[in-house]
């Protein structure tokens, strides 16, 4: 079970997989702890944050 204080550590599993299968949000695997529409609700609202293009830079800086 995820609880709070993990979520953002297990948040960028089903991001990625999202990502790199190019499967829809409603095909998330449920092995990932958290129900389609609540990993999609956070990508948002990290996306409005910029938290995906702070990240970017943290890690390549370049």
């Keep these: 079970m995820t609880t709070a204080r993990s979520w953002p550590r297990t948040f960028s599993s089903p991001c990625r997989a999202v990502a790199m299968s190019g499967c829809t949000w409603r095909q998330l695997p449920p ?8 990993v999609h609700r956070r990508f948002t609202g990290w996306s409005k944050a910029r938290v995906w293009a702070k990240m970017t830079w943290i890690f390549d800086p370049s």
């Excluded at 092995?31 to 609540?38: E, L, R």
């Design 31 to 38: 092995a990932f702890g958290a129900s389609w529409q609540t």
